[in-house]
T-cell receptor, first 117, second 114 residues
Framework: EAGVTQFPSHSVIEKGQTVTLRCDPI?????LYWYRRVMGKEIKFLLH????????ESGMPNNRFLAERTGGTYSTLKVQPAELEDSGVYFC???????????????FGPGTRLTVT | DQQVKQNSPSLSVQEGRISILNCDYT??????FLWYKKYPAEGPTFLIS?????DKNEDGRFTVFLNKSAKHLSLHIVPSQPGDSAVYFC?????????????FGKGTKLTVNP
């Protein structure tokens, strides 16, 4: 079974440009999450989709970030315009819908390393 | 305001010995705690979890202990192997409004020496 995949693996862009990150979750996983890790800091939650609906977007830093999940399959995260502080590793994760006994573990992709210069 | 804290950025142990990784949290509303392991250039990989209503969960060489009164949990790896060398993240979930978001610590880099 294929894991969570993310594209691209690396992206280097200039301040002010636009970048779109893509995440393909594990097939059948209705939960999809975006996280970000700035160098040396903790992994921080950005948002959570259940199918195509945004369940929680409390971690989105500002309106320069736009996430979509059309059709409830893959998701994109667009940063427009990019700023220097947006640099970091963006992780996508997916999981099954929660069960009565507790949450299913989240499976993470390898991440996209974004560098804004 | 960091709700999940891993105060040791690194830990070095000898192969075969016990590794103990610690994690403290401040939010008493967290209901699940998880440990993830991360190798360079890879995403975090789930290791083990524990519900807030339990105090211990064991899976092979990995055991997680939870002390709710102290808001502290620890991951024990016995015996430690060189392949366990990685960054370990403690994470917590607060069930609220259907959100499944995880709150992570900064990680502890474990090095197991042969």
């Amino acid at each position: 079974e294929a894991g969570v995949t993310q594209f691209p693996s690396h992206s280097v862009i200039e301040k002010g440009q636009t970048v779109t990150l893509r995440c393909d979750p594990i097939s059948g996983h209705d939960n999809l999450y975006w996280y970000r890790r700035v160098m040396g800091k903790e992994i921080k939650f950005l948002l959570h989709f259940v199918k195509e609906s945004k369940q929680d977007e409390s971690g989105m830093p500002n309106n320069r970030f736009l996430a979509e999940r059309t059709g409830g399959t893959y998701s994109t995260l667009k940063v427009q315009p990019a700023e220097l502080e947006d640099s970091g590793v963006y992780f996508c994760a997916s999981s099954l819908i929660k069960r009565a006994g507790g949450p299913y573990e989240q499976y993470f992709g390898p991440g996209t390393r974004l560098t804004v210069t | 305001d960091q709700q999940v804290k891993q105060n040791s950025p690194s830990l070095s142990v000898q192969e075969g010995r016990i590794s103990i990784l610690n994690c403290d949290y401040t939010n008493s509303m967290f209901d699940y705690f998880l440990w993830y392991k991360k190798y360079p250039a890879e995403g975090p990989t789930f290791l083990i979890s524990i519900s807030s209503i339990k105090d211990k969960n064991e899976d092979g060489r990995f055991t997680v202990f939870l002390n709710k009164s102290a808001k502290h949990l620890s991951l024990h790896i016995v015996p430690s192997q060189p392949g366990d060398s990685a960054v370990y993240f403690c994470a917590a979930r607060r069930a609220q409004g259907g959100s499944e978001k995880l709150v992570f610590g900064k990680g502890t880099k474990l090095t197991v020496n042969p």
